[in-house]
C-alpha cells in the first residue's frame, strides 16, 4: 500500500478538529510539526466552522 504524499496528509489532517489531533498525538509526531499547527490554526481562524450570535431578543420566558 502506497503512503498518502505529504501534501495530500497536510490537506486532510488540517481538516481535522484539534480534539482529534490530540488523541492522535502519541502516533505520530508529524502531527506536531510546526508547519502543520501553523497551517490548521490559520485554517480556522479564516473559516471558522461555529458561528455564534445573540439573539437577546427571543430569549428567556417573555419571548414566547
Avoid at 501534501?7 to 498525538?25: D, G, Q
Wanted: with cysteine; net charge positive.
Amino acid at each position: 500500500m502506497d503512503l498518502l504524499p505529504r501534501e495530500v496528509f497536510y490537506n486532510i489532517v488540517v481538516c481535522l478538529l484539534i480534539k482529534s489531533l490530540a488523541s492522535l498525538r502519541c502516533m505520530c509526531k508529524q502531527l506536531y510539526a510546526e508547519p502543520l499547527l501553523k497551517s490548521h490554526m490559520r485554517r480556522f481562524i479564516e473559516e471558522p466552522k461555529i458561528l455564534l450570535e445573540s439573539f437577546p431578543e427571543r430569549c428567556g420566558p417573555e419571548s414566547s
